[in-house]
C-alpha cells in the first residue's frame, strides 16, 4: 500500500497569502494518479484537483496541484476566507486507495 | 442532481455487525456505470477507503478490512449497503458513501457522511 505524507500538519496565513502544501508517496504515484481534496468541520470531503494537475468543476484557478512521482504540490494562490479548512491528498493509480493524514490551513 | 444519502444505526455493540445504505438520488445505479464506495473516518483522524462496488455487483476491498467487509447492491432500490463484522471502538467513525467514475478513479461525488459509535 501506498502511504502518503503530508507536510506541513498546519499552515497558519493571512488571508491573500499563498499556501504550499506538501503531498509525498512512498513510491511512485501510477500515471500520476493524485487527487486533493478539501474538507471544512462537519461537513464530507470536496474534490479539487485530480490527475495531478487538473481542477474539478467549479473550483476556482487560484488552486492548482502539479508534481510526478512521489512529490506532490497543492498551491493555493491567494487565500480567500472560504479557504480555510483541511486538505487531504489521495493516490488512486493503485489499491487500496489511500489518503494523507491532512493539512490544516488556519487564519494566522 | 445526483445525491447520495447514508443511513443507518448511529450506535453498534462490540462484537456486532454494522449495518449502512447508501441511497442515490437523481441518477439511476444500474444505468450510470459508475462506481460507488465507502470511504470512513475515525473522530479528528484521516480518510480510508473501506471498499467499493459496480452496479453489476463486482465489489473490491480493501485489505486491510477485506476479512470483515461486505458490500452489495440493490438496483431496484438505487441503494447500495455497507455490513463491516466483529466491530470494536476502534471502527467508531463518520461514514462516507461516495461515487467514482471507474475501477482506479477519484471519489467525486460524496454523501453528507452518518457517524457510528461503537459502544456498549
Known amino acids: 500500500e501506498i502511504v502518503l505524507t503530508q507536510s506541513p500538519g498546519t499552515l497558519s496565513l493571512s488571508p491573500g497569502e499563498r499556501a504550499t502544501l506538501s503531498c509525498r508517496a512512498s513510491?511512485?504515484?501510477?500515471?500520476?494518479?493524485l487527487a486533493w481534496y478539501q474538507q471544512k468541520p462537519g461537513q464530507a470531503p470536496r474534490l479539487l484537483i485530480y490527475?495531478?494537475?487538473s481542477r474539478a468543476t467549479g473550483i476556482p484557478d487560484r488552486f492548482s496541484g502539479s508534481g510526478s512521482g512521489t512529490d506532490f504540490t497543492l498551491t493555493i494562490s491567494r487565500l480567500e476566507p472560504e479557504d480555510f479548512a483541511v486538505y487531504y491528498c489521495?493516490?488512486?493509480?493503485?489499491?487500496?486507495?489511500?489518503f494523507g493524514q491532512g493539512t490544516k490551513v488556519e487564519i494566522k | 442532481q445526483l445525491q447520495l444519502q447514508e443511513s443507518g444505526p448511529g450506535l453498534v455493540k462490540p462484537s456486532e455487525t454494522l449495518s449502512l445504505t447508501c441511497t442515490v438520488s437523481?441518477?439511476?445505479?444500474?444505468?450510470?456505470?459508475?462506481?460507488r464506495g465507502w470511504i470512513r473516518q475515525p473522530p479528528g483522524k484521516g480518510l480510508e477507503w473501506i471498499g467499493s462496488?459496480?452496479?453489476?455487483?463486482?465489489?473490491y476491498y480493501n485489505p486491510s478490512l477485506k476479512s470483515r467487509v461486505t458490500i452489495s447492491v440493490d438496483t431496484s432500490k438505487n441503494q447500495f449497503s455497507l455490513k463491516l463484522s466483529s466491530v470494536t471502538a476502534a471502527d467508531t467513525a463518520v461514514y462516507y458513501c461516495?461515487?467514482?467514475?471507474?475501477?482506479?478513479?477519484?471519489?467525486?461525488?460524496w454523501g453528507q457522511g452518518t457517524m457510528v459509535t461503537v459502544s456498549s
Open positions: 461516495a461515487r467514482h467514475r471507474s475501477y482506479y478513479d477519484v471519489f467525486d461525488i
Open positions: 437523481g441518477g439511476s445505479i444500474s444505468s450510470d456505470s459508475y462506481y
Open positions: 462496488i459496480y452496479y453489476s455487483g463486482s465489489t
Open positions: 513510491q511512485s504515484v501510477s500515471s500520476s494518479y
Open positions: 490527475g495531478t494537475s
Open positions: 489521495q493516490q488512486y493509480g493503485s489499491s487500496p486507495a489511500t
